[in-house]
């Protein structure tokens, strides 16, 4: 019978050590909600394929359960777990047409009516007209919907899939990962997805996990993620954020005030993970789209309450949509701001003197404890 968390994928404790002593996943508890599309993201060596060959059976464990559903499998065989993975590298049969690609599955389990399935399964990645095509005749991107369609149409729980779109081009890449998507509202099974492309995991998951050296630095929804960074790591590696350190002055209400660079910033109390003491250190965070570039001749029509820095423009690039300033001041040496090419200000170029300014309800708050880098260079060498 049929429960309702029949697809939920339960971790519990599990961590994974190797003989070398090496450990690769840190004990980590982690559910993965029925019907969900759920992502591990991370850079390469964070843990997050280890974490997801546990689930498929392709990994044993070091301590720690398995739960698929109400079923246990933590000691079961890959074949014996009602999951399927979809790789990276496609592994389709070359010498088989895509209907008996797909067909595979059903046929091993001794069902001899598959017409019917199979050709629902490509009707649902829109495949139904290649059926008879071998797959060096497909696309890459249509080879990787065959493998879906082979995962699929076995019923599993839960699909896995390990960086399926890695070797997909950047456009190509784009339009697979709403396909993707399109097919797991479609089927409603779980979907757990690893990759360590941050844009990726934004565009298709219901919830991410950002791993980090085995464990799980936070969880939740992607616009959560984004917008309420709880550590410098994940406020570094999704996206950019400007960080800026920076003294508690008072609190005023709901609001923390700060000192940095000589001037004042305001910080909503809620979007502070740090503890503020009065005199404490804070690292204040803002996303660079969030804020906005007014020449300083101009400075005085910025409305009040928002936050303001003075600084010079050392750098700008125009990239299409938006112009990218890197600013000098006295609070940060690189501060960066992106700022839609609506009505462009000709006066903004290197060495202006400008105000950047926002609204404090854009802040957020961070221990300075941490390190104010973590996760920039691991951001960067994804994304090279």
């Known amino acids: 019978?049929?429960?309702?968390?029949?697809?939920?994928?339960?971790?519990?404790?599990?961590?994974?050590?190797?003989?070398?002593?090496?450990?690769?996943?840190?004990?980590?508890?982690?559910?993965?909600?029925?019907?969900?599309?759920?992502?591990?993201?991370?850079?390469?060596?964070?843990?997050?394929?280890?974490?997801?060959?546990?689930?498929?059976?392709?990994?044993?464990?070091?301590?720690?359960?398995?739960?698929?559903?109400?079923?246990?499998?933590?000691?079961?065989?890959?074949?014996?777990?009602?999951?399927?993975?979809?790789?990276?590298?496609?592994?389709?049969?070359?010498?088989?047409?895509?209907?008996?690609?797909?067909?595979?599955?059903?046929?091993?389990?001794?069902?001899?009516?598959?017409?019917?399935?199979?050709?629902?399964?490509?009707?649902l990645v829109q495949l139904g007209e290649q059926a008879r095509k071998k797959p060096h005749q497909l696309s890459g991107g249509q080879q990787q919907r065959v493998a879906v369609a082979r995962a699929l149409i076995n019923h599993p729980k839960v699909l896995l899939l390990d960086e399926p779109l890695g070797a997909l081009d950047l456009k190509l890449r784009r339009q697979m990962q709403l396909e993707l998507k399109r097919i797991q509202t479609e089927v409603g099974i779980t979907f757990v997805h690893v990759t360590h492309d941050q844009e990726e995991a934004m565009t298709m998951a219901d919830t991410v996990a950002v791993m980090n050296a085995g464990r799980v630095e936070q969880l939740g929804s992607p616009a959560d993620l984004y917008e309420n960074p709880q550590t410098t790591f994940v406020a570094n590696f999704l996206g950019t954020s400007n960080l800026i350190e920076a003294e508690v002055d008072t609190r005023s209400g709901e609001d923390i005030v700060l000192k940095a660079g000589g001037g004042k910033l305001v910080l909503p109390r809620a979007?502070?993970?740090?503890?503020?003491?009065?005199?404490?250190?804070?690292?204040?965070?803002?996303?660079?789209?969030?804020?906005?570039?007014?020449?300083?001749?101009?400075?005085?029509?910025?409305?009040?309450?928002?936050?303001?820095?003075?600084?010079?423009?050392?750098?700008?690039?125009?990239?299409?949509?938006?112009?990218?300033?890197?600013?000098?001041?006295?609070?940060c040496p690189e501060f960066e701001v992106y700022a839609q090419n609506i009505e462009r200000d000709s006066r903004l170029v290197p060495g202006a003197e400008v105000v950047l300014h926002w609204s404090p309800a854009h802040t957020f708050g961070l221990d300075a404890a941490q390190d104010i880098d973590a996760g920039v260079d691991t951001a960067e060498e994804e994304a090279a």
């Open 1 to 123: 019978m049929t429960t309702e968390n029949s697809g939920d994928v339960r971790l519990s404790g599990i961590s994974k050590t190797y003989d070398n002593g090496f450990t690769a996943v840190q004990p980590l508890d982690l559910t993965v909600p029925h019907g969900s599309f759920f992502a591990l993201l991370g850079a390469s060596g964070c843990g997050k394929t280890t974490t997801l060959r546990m689930i498929a059976g392709l990994e044993e464990p070091s301590s720690g359960t398995v739960h698929l559903g109400d079923q246990e499998v933590t000691n079961l065989p890959p074949y014996k777990r009602p999951v399927n993975t979809v790789f990276q590298s496609y592994a389709l049969f070359p010498h088989l047409d895509i209907f008996e690609n797909v067909a595979f599955g059903l046929r091993r389990r001794g069902i001899k009516s598959v017409k019917k399935q199979v050709e629902e399964m490509l009707d």
């Open 271 to 331: 979007r502070c993970s740090a503890p503020a003491q009065t005199g404490g250190k804070v690292l204040v965070g803002i996303r660079p789209e969030k804020i906005s570039l007014t020449h300083a001749d101009d400075a005085g029509e910025i409305p009040a309450g928002r936050n303001r820095i003075t600084g010079r423009i050392a750098d700008s690039s125009f990239i299409g949509v938006s112009t990218q300033y890197v600013i000098d001041s006295a609070v």
